[in-house]
């Protein structure tokens, strides 16, 4: 891995959205029928494979029905 995505905030980063993930009752699969992504998609960012842009995050939030401001708030509050 390089840059942030092995950073233990990167890691909680992704642990949040898959616990959102899992709140809404949604699989991989659901989140990326909606983007419009294939399942790998999903599953690569999840498992910090892959860096989210901040456009792709808005679209992710907005399905995982969770608040950017709160999640940043997570992250920052470790």
Do not use: N, W
Not at 33 to 62: M, N, T, W
């Amino acid at each position: 891995m390089h840059g942030s995505l092995g950073t233990p905030r990167y890691k909680k980063f992704t642990s949040l959205l898959i616990e959102a993930r899992i709140q809404v009752g949604l699989t991989q699969q659901a989140v990326s029928d909606q983007l419009d992504k294939p399942q790998s998609f999903v599953a690569k960012y999840e498992r910090g494979e892959r860096r989210l842009d901040f456009i792709e995050l808005i679209d992710i939030a907005a399905i995982l029905k969770i608040e950017i401001g709160d999640l940043v708030t997570r992250i920052l509050d470790d």
